[in-house]
């Protein structure tokens, strides 16, 4: 997988799981608890996590939405903190 290739992927993942989670980037960027560095760290942050295969899974079991990420999730602490 190319490297822009990947990062959309992971992209799409993150913004997938902040979704099921009920925590909103482009709100928290309007309001400004959220730069777009830190979404950018998130991104990465997602790319590297071990876990991140199973994502996919764990996001269609939860397609009517969660109370919090899986525990492996390198962004769960954001997630939390964008929900509040």
């Given at each position: 997988?190319g490297?822009?290739?990947?990062?959309?992927?992971?992209?799409?993942l993150?913004?997938r799981m902040?979704?099921?989670v009920?925590?909103?980037f482009t709100?928290a960027?309007?309001?400004?608890?959220m730069s777009g560095?830190?979404?950018?760290n998130?991104?990465?942050?997602c790319?590297?996590?071990?876990?991140g295969?199973?994502c996919?899974?764990?996001?269609?079991?939860h397609?009517?939405g969660?109370e919090?990420?899986?525990a492996?999730c390198r962004n769960r602490?954001l997630?939390?903190?964008?929900?509040?």
């Amino acid at each position: 997988m190319g490297l822009l290739t990947r990062l959309n992927h992971h992209t799409d993942l993150i913004t997938r799981m902040a979704s099921t989670v009920n925590a909103d980037f482009t709100t928290a960027m309007v309001d400004r608890r959220m730069s777009g560095q830190e979404l950018r760290n998130a991104v990465f942050a997602c790319v590297g996590c071990e876990g991140g295969a199973r994502c996919p899974d764990w996001l269609e079991a939860h397609s009517a939405g969660a109370e919090d990420t899986p525990a492996y999730c390198r962004n769960r602490d954001l997630l939390q903190r964008l929900r509040d």
